[in-house]
C-alpha cells in the first residue's frame, strides 16, 4: 500500500512545476522539523557546539537548517524520473574527470561520500554521467518503501546492495564497478575504529580504506552541495590510496582518518547541510559513559 501511495505522489510531483515542488518540499521539511522529538534536537544542538564551537543559537539555526532541508530532498527522489531526462539541469559534477581517469583501469575504484546534501541524487549523478555504480543501501524497515528507493535508485542507473552484501560489492569491484560508501555513521563498537572528528575521539567506519587496500583500488570523496538556485555540485578529489605495509590495521586508520578530516572540512564549510540529528558519538558514549568529554 504504501508502495503504491509513493508511486502516485511521485506521479503528481513530477507533473508539478520545479519551482511548486520546491515550495511543498519546504513546507513538508518545516513540519519534520515540528515533529522531532526534543530530546534529539536537544542532542543534535550539543553535537554542533561541541564540533563548531558556536552559540547555542547558532546550534539551533543549524540543526534546523539541516533537518527542514529533508523536505526538497524528498522531493527531489520522487522527481527522479524527470531529473533522469535532464540531469545536468539539476547537477554538476566537479572533477568528474579525476573518477573517469581513475575507472579507465577498469580496475574499480571506490567512492567515500557523507550524509551530507542530497546523497540519494549524488549516486544517481554519477550513474547518469556513464560511471558504473554500486549504491550501498541501508535495507528499510518498510518493505513498500525499501521496494519505491531502490526501484528509484535503479531507474537513475545505479546498482543497488545492501551492507550485507559484502561479497557481491567484491565482485563488482573486480569487474570494475565504483563502490558508493557513505561512511560518516557511527557504526557498532565491532565494526569500527576510534578516531578523531572534530578533534574528539569516535567510532569510525573503516569500509572504504579496507575495501580500497584489499583490492588496490583507488578512493575518491565525494560530496554533494546544494546552490541558492536549487542545483546541486558534486565535488570529486583523489585518486588516494592506502599504503600496503606489513601493519594493515595502520593502513586502514591512516586513510580512514584521511576521510574523516575531508569529511569535516566539507560540514565546516557547509555545516546546514550534514544530517546533525544523527547520534555520531553514541557507541563510543555509551562503552565510556565517565567520561565527560563525550557528554
Request: aromatic share 10%; net charge positive; with cysteine.
Amino acid at each position: 500500500m504504501v508502495y503504491y501511495a509513493l508511486k502516485l505522489i511521485s506521479w503528481a510531483a513530477c507533473l508539478l512545476p520545479r519551482g511548486l515542488c520546491e515550495h511543498f518540499g519546504q513546507t513538508l521539511g518545516y513540519m519534520g522539523w515540528l515533529a522531532v522529538p526534543g530530546k534529539r534536537k536537544q542532542m543534535a544542538k550539543g553535537q554542533v557546539m561541541r564540533c563548531l564551537g558556536c552559540s547555542e543559537q547558532e546550534a539551533e539555526r543549524i540543526v534546523r537548517a539541516s533537518t527542514v532541508r529533508f523536505g526538497s530532498m524528498l522531493m527531489e527522489v520522487l522527481r527522479f524520473p524527470v531529473i533522469k531526462r535532464q540531469p545536468d539541469k539539476y547537477v554538476r559534477i566537479q572533477g568528474l574527470e579525476k573518477l573517469q581517469q581513475s575507472m579507465a583501469e577498469q580496475k574499480g575504484a571506490v567512492i567515500a561520500a557523507a550524509h551530507s546534501g542530497n546523497w540519494e541524487l549524488m549516486g544517481g549523478a554519477f550513474a547518469m554521467a556513464g560511471i558504473p555504480l554500486v549504491g550501498v543501501a541501508q535495507k528499510q524497515r518498510d518493505a513498500g518503501v525499501d521496494k519505491f528507493i531502490n526501484e528509484y535508485r535503479t531507474l537513475i542507473g545505479m546498482h543497488i546492495t545492501y551492507k550485507t552484501g559484502v561479497r557481491e560489492m567484491f565482485d563488482m569491484l573486480k569487474k570494475g564497478w565504483a563502490i558508493g560508501l557513505i561512511a560518516d555513521q557511527d557504526p557498532n563498537r565491532h565494526d569500527g575504529i576510534v578516531l578523531k572528528f572534530f578533534g574528539q575521539y569516535t567510532n569510525c567506519l573503516t569500509g572504504p580504506a579496507s575495501m580500497a587496500r584489499f583490492q588496490s583500488v583507488p578512493i575518491l570523496t565525494s560530496f554533494m552541495h546544494r546552490e541558492p538556485d536549487g542545483t546541486h555540485t558534486l565535488i570529486v578529489d583523489g585518486p588516494f590510496y592506502v599504503e600496503k605495509t606489513k601493519d594493515k590495521r595502520a593502513d586502514i586508520a591512516k586513510m580512514t582518518q584521511f576521510l574523516n578530516d575531508a569529511i569535516e572540512a566539507h560540514i565546516r564549510k557547509y555545516p546546514e547541510e550534514w544530517f546533525w540529528l544523527h547520534d555520531r558519538w553514541k557507541s563510543i558514549r555509551e562503552e565510556f559513559p565517565d567520561k565527560p568529554w563525550l557528554q
